[in-house]
């Protein structure tokens, strides 16, 4: 769950500062390995050209992240008997936790491009985990978050008066590893005006999934679905199965009341 918004500065009423909050809660596996995020952010948004067809922001991220694990539900080979499994011979480990607690800090940037009515370009930049924060149930500090690079570029054409081709991709790079995922889609609009358009696209997750998504869209509401399938070698655990994601997005718009400074009196001849 996540929220945002804009102030207007008292200095220039052209540029925009965003404030907002993150909070995500992720549970997997036998043992409820999860993951708890609260994050603050803050952006200022800047137009580099009048008719602002060409923006930049730059913000930054910040917060506290819990792991953990519920140790109460995990087995252990030491617990074999020979013959079966004894929940009370020693599981042979030792954790000096089972839960940890660190802050993280990430910054990034976004550049919007809008060449003309056919054209619109996007690219954005992320530095994660800069601190290079620890995460360790052993009580040592050899565990640490490596630093993350990840880039995004989008394009948007329309291709007839109610159609219009997206193509995007991310690229994520972090340690040793790298991910790939470039997505297309289609956006097919009932009506302009409202913004009320239906979306269907396929992503690609380079050597390991393909992704089908679907959305739809009406004024400033945002709503979609997404199911990856496993095309890898952990199909052995997975058995190509995925998992759905929702997501919704909503903007909430204010109307400022308008009072005339000042009013014509009509002259009558």
């Known amino acids: 769950m996540g929220g945002e918004m804009r102030i207007k500065p008292f200095v220039n009423k052209k540029e925009m500062i965003g404030v907002g909050i993150t909070f995500n809660n992720d549970k997997a596996g036998d043992a409820n390995y999860g993951t708890n995020q609260f994050y603050f952010s803050g952006s200022y948004i800047i137009p580099l050209k009048a008719d602002s ?3 930049l922001s730059t913000g930054l991220n910040f917060g506290i992240c819990q792991v953990g694990f519920d140790y109460s539900k ?12 004894n929940k009370n011979i020693a599981t042979g480990e030792r954790f000096n936790y089972t839960n940890y607690t660190f ?37 040592n500090r050899l565990s640490k978050l490596d630093f993350k690079l990840s880039n995004y570029i989008q394009y948007t054409t329309p291709i007839s008066l109610k159609v219009d081709v997206i193509a995007e991709a991310l690229i994520n790079n972090q340690g040793k590893y790298y991910e790939i995922i470039p997505h297309a889609s289609l956006k097919y609009y009932f009506n302009k005006d409202l913004n009320q358009a239906v979306l269907g696209g396929l992503s690609l997750r380079a ?39 929702l997501f919704i997005n909503y903007i909430i718009q204010t109307k400022r009341s308008y009072t005339a400074k000042k009013r014509a009196c009509p002259v009558f001849m």
């Open 207 to 245: 050597r390991d999934a393909f992704v089908l998504r679907a959305g739809y869209h009406f004024k400033t509401m945002q709503s979609g679905i997404a199911y990856d399938i496993n095309t890898s070698k952990f199909i052995a655990a997975t058995n190509r199965r995925g998992a759905f994601e």
């Open 53 to 55: 067809t060409l923006l």
């Open 103 to 139: 802050v993280d800090f990430n910054v990034g940037a976004g550049l919007q491009y809008i060449l003309n009515s056919k054209h619109k370009f996007m690219y954005g930049l992320g530095l994660h985990h800069l601190t290079n924060p620890v995460i360790t149930y052993q009580g």
């Open 74 to 85: 995990m087995t252990f080979d030491n617990q074999f008997d020979g013959a079966n499994y």
